[in-house]
């Protein structure tokens, strides 16, 4: 901004100081003043002293709305350039910082950030929201606090100390970084992770169906507040990318811990304060809710005690069927839901009801029974063996509307998973069951102490489909 719009703004406050003051001085004039000749003289002076007020006034709000655009319009331009002649050398940063400022502003971007210009402008559209400071104001501290090239980081502090006011961009950094720690604290991120059938991409010979899934991945926040308002989730996997591409189940299994690995480090990046592990919500069809996906390996096959990723985060099977248009039992199962909200003070053990599948039309009477009544607690289905016929199990339950369940994927020595699954249901109240579950699972890391064929924490699968906790409805 030229130098010459602010001693325009001044010349224009000096008089209107001035106007003000001769405005008082005339009003005590006339407090005083008995002659009915001086007193008409003084109020009329009064009154043209105060009509030069108002326009002074309106020509400064003018003046200060002109320099305020020509302000902002020489900070985008100064900071486009700048940021360009840094382009070859530091854009990964520069992008870096970008990223960082979009994961706390959430915006819609609707250019293709390829450059400084299109970055900027970017940050230019993000409304103010409820913070005293600009997107841009956050995205240049960030900057600054990240990279390593003095040149640009000396340029960054001039640009800021020209173009803003109130605290250095220094201290922005540290105080959003203070702000970001202390809300983190009470978060519970998780992770969504879904697998899609593409019906266009299957193919079917015969008998025979090839069925080929998609992948699709979010990561929330803090699940109150997204099962609340919606807010707080991005997209892990881009439409369109070879992770996004159909593929085999089995390919798809194949790299999945190349994919858990960088969706946990993405938690990770976003999230560094929060004490909490993400839950983790493992979208299925029907046909493929057999998979251990709690299971999984985080490290190589090669590891003498690989980590899995049941191991740290509560990890929950969720069935796609609910989620679809023609589910019809969706009403039974919010109500069942709700349910279970409200008496998830009870020890998990007291609303859960003992089952197996080995006589679907048997099981599907046992819920029916124990589900339906109004004065019913029990919200969930425990089947003390492994199950025979995943499948049929599955739309059992699907067609109860009961929204969990859990069960052995294998019967250990001496049937010892009875006794334990009916030890973990007994230990703790309903609310608290994933992470009882989870504790469990973290047990089967020592294996010499808790043998795979003697220790359920290995063969642990726990259905916990939430209503309120899906993928964005944009998915």
Excluded at 5 to 15: G, S
Excluded at 206 to 233: F, M, N, P, Q
Excluded at 409 to 427: F, G, I, T
């Amino acid at each position: 901004m030229d130098s010459q719009d602010d001693i325009i703004l001044e010349d224009l406050l000096i008089r209107l100081e001035d106007k003000k003051q001769v405005y008082e001085a005339t009003r005590q004039q006339l407090r005083v003043a008995t002659d009915p000749g001086t007193v008409f003289k003084l109020e009329k002076s009064l009154e043209t002293l105060g009509e030069a007020i108002d326009q002074l006034e309106n020509k400064i709000k003018e003046r200060k709305a002109y320099n305020f655009k020509a302000r902002a319009q020489a900070a985008h331009a100064e900071l486009t350039r700048l940021l360009d002649v840094y382009t070859a050398t530091q854009f990964d940063r520069i992008l870096e910082a970008f990223r960082y400022t979009l994961t706390r502003w959430r915006p819609d971007v609707r250019r293709e950030v390829t450059d400084a210009e299109s970055l900027v402008h970017e940050l230019a559209q993000i409304p103010l929201g409820g913070v005293d400071y600009s997107a841009r104001s956050e995205f240049v501290a960030h900057l600054i606090h990240i990279t390593s090239d003095v040149g640009l980081k000396d340029a960054l502090i001039m640009w800021g100390e020209r173009y803003r006011s109130g605290i250095s961009l220094e201290d922005l950094h540290n105080r959003i970084e203070k702000e970001q720690k202390e809300n983190q604290l009470n978060t519970q991120p998780a992770i969504l992770l879904s697998f899609d059938i593409d019906e266009e991409a299957s193919t079917q010979s015969g008998e025979d169906v090839h069925l080929l899934y998609r992948i699709r991945a979010w990561l929330i926040e803090d699940v109150e507040t997204y099962k609340s308002c919606g807010e707080g989730c991005d997209s892990l996997v881009k439409i369109g990318s070879s992770e996004n591409a159909p593929q085999a189940i089995e390919d798809l299994l194949a790299n999945v811990t190349t994919l858990l690995n960088r969706f946990l480090e993405e938690n990770t990046r976003r999230y560094p304060s929060c004490e909490c592990f993400p839950e983790v919500h493992v979208f299925l069809p029907r046909e493929l809710m057999h998979l251990a996906v709690d299971r999984w390996l985080l490290d190589d096959v090669g590891e003498a005690q690989p980590e899995c990723l049941g191991h740290e985060q509560p990890v929950m099977l969720r069935c796609h069927d609910r989620y679809r248009a023609s589910y019809r039992k969706r009403p039974k199962w919010v109500k069942y839901w709700r349910r279970s909200q409200a008496i998830g003070h009870q020890k998990a053990n007291k609303v859960f009801v003992t089952g197996h599948d080995a006589d679907l039309y048997t099981l599907f009477e046992l819920l029916e029974d124990n589900v339906v009544p109004s004065d019913s607690d029990i919200v969930g289905l425990q089947l003390r063996h492994s199950p025979v016929n995943f499948e049929g199990m599955c739309q059992k339950v699907l067609d109860s509307g009961v929204p969990l369940a859990i069960w052995p994927r294998m019967n250990l020595a001496e049937e010892a998973h009875c006794e334990q699954l009916s030890d973990l249901l007994a230990k703790d109240c309903l609310s608290a069951l994933p992470m009882t579950v989870q504790c469990e699972r973290s047990k089967s890391r020592l294996i010499r102490r808790n043998p795979v064929d003697r220790h359920i924490g290995h063969h642990l699968s726990l259905w916990w489909d939430d209503p309120d906790l899906v993928p964005p409805k944009s998915a």
